[in-house]
């Protein structure tokens, strides 16, 4: 069973940094991409920045130039390096996999964490 578990999250001030992570185990053939969404009160949750197996990247506008996503394929790990974080920058983070899980090819499926609060305020 594969399962993500998230870390970093907290409490920080308006231009402040945080690192978050999130490690994939259980049994995973491939990882196609992992990615961060995040979703605050009364609001839809929404892509913050995707890593995929080639190493290219997507960020929101929003965040862009602000968040790093990172990955380390060795431990299946991704990283969301987030830098002068604003208020509006506020939510439940949940990271995200597409994988293959097992140990032969097959169907790719979507994993989600359970989530970590990111509060950013004085």
């Known amino acids: 069973q594969v399962q993500l578990v998230e870390s970093g999250g907290g409490l920080v001030q308006p231009g402040g940094s945080l690192r978050l992570s999130c490690a994939a185990s259980?049994?995973?053939?491939?990882?196609?991409?992992m990615g961060w969404y995040r979703q605050a009160p009364g609001k839809q949750r929404e892509l913050v920045a995707v890593?995929?197996?080639?190493?290219?990247?997507n960020y929101a506008d929003s965040v862009k130039g602000r968040f790093t996503i990172s990955r380390d394929n060795a431990k299946n790990t991704v990283y969301l390096q987030m830098s002068s974080l604003k208020p509006e920058d506020t939510a439940v983070y949940y990271c995200?996999?597409?994988?293959?899980?097992?140990?032969?090819?097959?169907?790719?499926?979507?994993?989600w964490g359970q989530g970590t609060q990111v509060t950013v305020s004085s």
């Open positions: 259980g049994s995973i053939f491939s990882i196609n991409a």
């Open positions: 890593i995929r197996s080639g190493s290219s990247t």
């Open positions: 995200n996999a597409q994988l293959v899980p097992g140990t032969v090819w097959g169907s790719s499926n979507n994993y």
